[in-house]
């Protein structure tokens, strides 16, 4: 996952991580911002007069000799939410989502 997504409309990402983990990143994640849970597999952010539609499915696990990672495909759509708006948010997404090893 790179930091700092493109301030694109639309885009995909993948995620080292289960539902439960998602969901559970996600109040911190959007940082405040009133969510909804559409469906079973999707989110609705509002961010100021526009919304950022989160939708994900479960991948096949990636799986390095004896183990076994979760993966989860992620669609971002962003609707009426500018682009310096759309920049600014991701940068704190992508700095809670950020994970390191040591």
């Keep these: 996952m790179a930091l700092s997504a493109p301030a694109s409309e ?8 289960t539902v439960a983990d998602w969901l559970r990143w996600m109040p911190e994640a ?13 989110l609705d952010v ?3 007069a526009g919304c950022l539609h989160l939708a994900w499915q479960v991948l096949p696990e ?6 076994r990672l979760p993966r989860l495909q992620v669609a971002f759509h962003f609707d009426g939410v500018a682009a310096p708006v759309r920049s600014e948010f991701m940068r704190r997404f ?5 994970r390191g090893g040591g």
């Design 30 to 42: 959007t940082a405040g911002h009133v969510r909804t849970h559409t469906g079973a597999a999707t």
């Design 46 to 48: 509002l961010i100021g």
């Design 94 to 98: 992508d700095l809670h989502l950020q």
């Design 62 to 67: 990636r799986v390095i000799a004896l183990a």
């Design 10 to 17: 639309r885009f995909e990402r993948e995620y080292g991580c």
